[in-house]
């Protein structure tokens, strides 16, 4: 998997969201492809003024502790202007600027290519000299050319 390092400014991602953990989440009761039926059916993009909109966003963020503990996940769109709909039952997630080690995942399923880059993010993490800072971590989809079939996603990593 390759890797490079960026500098990020600080956004703000509006979408929708659950709260969960990994240990949920490769069980029988995972809740993540839900939330991806959600995002898909609510026209977010529609529905805030985006930054980008063709990136679709998947954020970890409010993080418990660690990749052992509850986060928050918010899949929808960095937003251009920080301006909340009321009513529109979206969550508004604040990410702080940060450093990031970004992991870009092979070309493959998606659910298949990122679910292998989380376990090899994991165990990257276990032993490097990086250290995350759990403020809040994302996966970016191009939905210009997204094939869900044979798909390549870059995953952020904020790191210290």
Same mark, same amino acid.
């Given at each position: 998997?390759?890797?490079?390092?960026?500098?990020?400014?600080?956004?703000?991602?509006?979408?929708?969201?659950?709260? /969960?953990?990994?240990?949920?989440?490769?069980?029988?009761?995972?809740?993540? @492809?839900?939330?991806?039926?959600?995002?898909?059916?609510?026209?977010?993009?529609?529905?805030?003024?985006?930054?980008?909109?063709?990136?679709?966003?998947?954020?970890?963020?409010?993080?418990? @502790?660690?990749?052992?503990?509850?986060?928050?996940?918010?899949?929808?769109?960095?937003?251009?202007?920080? @301006?909340?709909?009321?009513?529109?039952?979206?969550?508004?997630?604040?990410?702080?600027?940060?450093?990031?080690?970004?992991?870009?995942?092979?070309?493959?399923?998606?659910?298949?290519?990122?679910?292998?880059?989380?376990?090899?993010?994991?165990?990257?993490?276990?032993?490097? /000299?990086?250290?995350?800072?759990? /403020?809040?971590?994302?996966?970016?989809?191009? @939905?210009?050319?997204?094939?869900?079939?044979?798909?390549?996603?870059?995953?952020?990593?904020?790191?210290?």
């Amino acid at each position: 998997m390759d890797t490079y390092f960026v500098q990020k400014p600080k956004m703000t991602v509006a979408g929708v969201s659950i709260r /969960t953990t990994n240990e949920v989440e490769m069980g029988p009761d995972g809740r993540l @492809s839900q939330l991806w039926e959600t995002y898909f059916q609510s026209n977010i993009a529609g529905q805030i003024d985006t930054a980008q909109p063709e990136y679709i966003y998947a954020l970890y963020t409010d993080y418990e @502790s660690d990749a052992s503990g509850a986060y928050t996940v918010v899949i929808g769109h960095e937003v251009a202007v920080e @301006s909340h709909v009321e009513g529109s039952g979206l969550m508004y997630a604040a990410v702080p600027e940060s450093k990031y080690m970004v992991f870009t995942t092979k070309k493959g399923p998606v659910f298949e290519v990122v679910a292998q880059a989380w376990g090899e993010i994991w165990a990257y993490f276990e032993a490097s /000299t990086e250290v995350r800072t759990y /403020t809040g971590d994302f996966e970016i989809y191009d @939905s210009r050319n997204f094939d869900p079939a044979n798909t390549q996603v870059e995953i952020y990593i904020a790191i210290k």
